[in-house]
């Protein structure tokens, strides 16, 4: 049985830190697991007319699942908490979407029964919302909710408030009878009745703090210490998840007091990782860098469970540590992000594996989740028939029949875990691919080439009997933001591998929802269903959709797609920006009042949008040259500055926007020498890269680093120790950091030989530094400048042939002025020598 409600993933690095949450006392109602009051019924409500409740003229899926409960539902809006007012009761608010199980469940065991609906009606004024719909909405509530919790939540949401919209109280998932140590809804209902009739006053009470706390919660940063916008910043980030790094499965935030937590995907982290690869950055102590960090999770995601084996695609979570048993929903916004991590996987590695899954997710996307006008639907179900997994489970026995001949199920058993323990309910698999591929194809006893070819005709037969199987809900609403991720991916994908058939697919996307999405004015809609657009666009609708533009702009090359980008983003300035205290709202500024408008930097399943705002701005200042668009971004960055200090590990997007505005406020060019594209994940942030021997380039179009090696006078003797000096030019205003260096957060300058050197390094020998007391730093801190010169003592191997020979020596340093310094940078420097015939006596 899966763990209901169990959506949420709070982080061990949570930015909800305890002293950051006076909870309100909530002790009247803390007691009601025992309780039944049975408190007598106080009026007849008002049935709703022409039908059980108010859902039936929505859009939205899951509120029509809902249309026939005999619960009075409304939808959100002014009606439900003006007929709250007019009868003096609490409102029940319930928020889940389409595609979530335990929603499902609730549904069933509670909404439909005729005895609690009659309970919730006669005592409530019942509410329902698609978190998909309004994540507006869903914020503010699941902000109340793990704040009472202290930090876990989940969906379906049970909310209680007043009638003016405060919250008071509020779940999860609660079943119709008592279990598993919690009350049965029956009885909380009957104890919030109980509390709002003989404790009014406390419940007031209690919705006051708290909806003092969503809102000092919502809006990060305010009355926080200032932080600087510096490289310490992402380097605590990539500390906080080295230290969440799971060793063994990949992923994050496994914790052994709580073996049962579910695991998530948690994409951003992975595209902050390879960013930090990129930046030549590691954490310190001997823990995996980020390159394996990355490497080692996407491993194990794409060998679990979590993925689907048949079909492509990834289901939304793992329940398990080992990535084996998902949670079946399917969703967008999930595929689209992992699509940019495995094509940069693929760039850094050239390892066809991650463009083949890279491919196999976005085949997945387009012929399951594309409609045909051109728009992505949100998600896919977690059951079938009201049971979850059920397409995508199996019997060995199932799996001996379609297959038919012995050797043919041997195979796919041993690739695909069926002989092994039944990993799911009722004896039942869930596949997954125990091995990784070399190990596998050794106990298959087959060539590596081979493997894909045997196993591949068995696949389409066991997917052509799953599709004869009931088939999960296709939520079918196209969702601005979410779709936003999607195209960029398919625009990356496009480029990354030479497909133009990804690139159509992109541009037909970004033109549907140019067309449909958007409001006379101009201004973006949420979302589409059946032939209607609706909804004021909130701010990741903006930010995610201008990624998108920009990421086939960057394909492309298109002026029109830029453009497109800089029009929506001129618009998200004027709408959703704090010109007071910078950083973006989540919600324009003429929409409706709620309790609390939203502001923070964090990233949770979607990535934060102020982080992909500030990114994009970032971006357009590049594309563009203008100005305001990098002031605006510093103006956020500062902002939030100290909410990401507070807690680095839960806003890898925003560090990523942190390195990024550094890099375009240093002088033109001034980007790491021989770097790698940026990561796939991002609009348009590709390095400057520079030539042999120089690092990037200061305003007078001097290099920052120049380096000049010179070797001895005369041949070097293979195996005999010999010397080479590397003299560094650094211009001015910049230094380079000691070696060692003298702060933990500080790259010191090294020298070092390629893996595949002829060469041996012996020891380098580093200059003495000089002392300067720098901003932000407690001590003096101990430095190169101007010109200092590094010693390395070489030794070429015995058998070293005779002759001219070119060495290649690789520094890696960090130029930084005063104030900031630059991403860290590698530097190549060749030194050319001539080698002596060996000893004939050694």
Known sequence: ???????????????????????????????????????????????????????????????????????????????????????????????????????????????????????????????????????DVDQIYMTALQGISGGAGGWPMSMFLAPDGRPFYGGTYFPPEPRDGMPSFPQLLDAIQAAWLDRRDEVLNDATQLTAYVRRVSDVGLALEAVPIDRRLPMAGLEALASQFDPEFGGFGFDPDQPKRPKFPEPVNLAFLLDQHRRGRSPVGAVPGPREMTLETLDHLSRGGIRDHLAGGYHRYSTDRAWAVPHFEKMLYDNAQLVPVFLRAHELTDDPRWAAEARATLDFVSSAMRGPDGGFASSLDAESDGEEGMPYVWTREEVKALLGDEASYALFATAYGLDREPNFE??????????????????????????????????????????????????????????????????????????????????????????????????????????????????????????????????????????????????????????????????????????????????????????????????????????????????????????????????????????EYLDARSEPGAAQADAEPAPAFSPGRLATPAGPGQGGQPAAGRPIVSAEAGGPDRPVRPGSPFEVRVALTIADPYHLNANPAGAANLIPTTLALPDDSPAELVEVSYPDPVRKALAGQEAPIPLFEGTATLTARLLLADDAPAGPLTLTLRLRYQACDDRSCLAPANLEVPVRLDVAPADPGT
């Open 1 to 135: 049985m899966r763990r209901p409600g169990a959506t949420i993933d709070p982080r061990p690095d949570s930015p909800a830190s305890p002293s950051a949450r006076p909870l309100p006392s909530i002790a009247p109602l803390l007691a009601l697991a025992a309780i039944a009051s049975g408190a007598a019924p106080t009026d007849d409500p008002p049935a709703p007319e022409g039908g059980r409740n108010r859902l039936g003229a929505e859009t939205s899926p899951y509120l029509l699942q809902h249309a026939g409960n005999p619960v009075h539902w409304f939808p959100w809006g002014p009606e439900a908490f003006e007929e709250a007012k007019a009868r003096d009761k609490p409102v029940f608010l319930s928020i889940g979407y389409r595609s979530c199980y335990w929603c499902h469940v609730m549904e069933r065991e509670c909404f439909e029964d005729e005895a609690i609906a009659a309970q919730l009606n006669e005592h409530f004024v019942c509410i329902k919302v698609d978190r998909e719909e309004r994540p």
């Open 426 to 659: 009722g004896g039942r698999y869930v596949l997954l691919r125990p091995e990784p591929p070399g190990p596998e194809a050794v106990a298959l006893g087959l060539a590596p080439e081979q493997v894909e070819d045997r196993l591949a005709p068995l696949r389409t037969t066991l997917l052509d009997a799953r599709e004869a199987r009931a088939q999960p809900f296709l939520d079918d609403t196209v969702l601005t933001s979410w779709n936003g991720l999607m195209l960029g991916a398919f625009a990356d994908a496009s480029r990354a591998l030479d497909a133009p058939q990804y690139l159509e697919i992109a541009e037909q996307t970004a033109d549907f929802l140019l067309g449909r999405l958007r409001d006379a004015d101009g201004r973006l809609l949420r979302s589409y269903r059946s032939g209607v657009a609706r909804l004021p666009g909130y701010l990741e609708d903006y930010a995610f959709f201008i990624d998108g533009l920009l990421r086939i702009h960057e394909a492309t090359g298109d002026p029109i797609r830029l453009d497109e980008a800089r029009s929506l983003a001129d618009r998200m300035i004027a709408d959703f920006a704090d010109d007071d205290r910078g950083g973006f709202f989540f919600t324009a500024a003429d929409h409706e009042s709620l309790v609390a408008r939203v502001k923070e930097p964090y990233d949770d399943a979607l990535p934060g949008p102020n982080a992909v705002a500030i990114r994009d701005l970032i971006a357009l200042h590049r594309l563009t040259g203008e100005a305001s668009y990098l002031d605006v971004a510093g103006d956020a960055l500062e902002a939030f500055a100290p909410a990401i200090g507070r807690s680095p590990g839960s806003a890898p997007m925003m560090l990523l926007a942190v390195d």
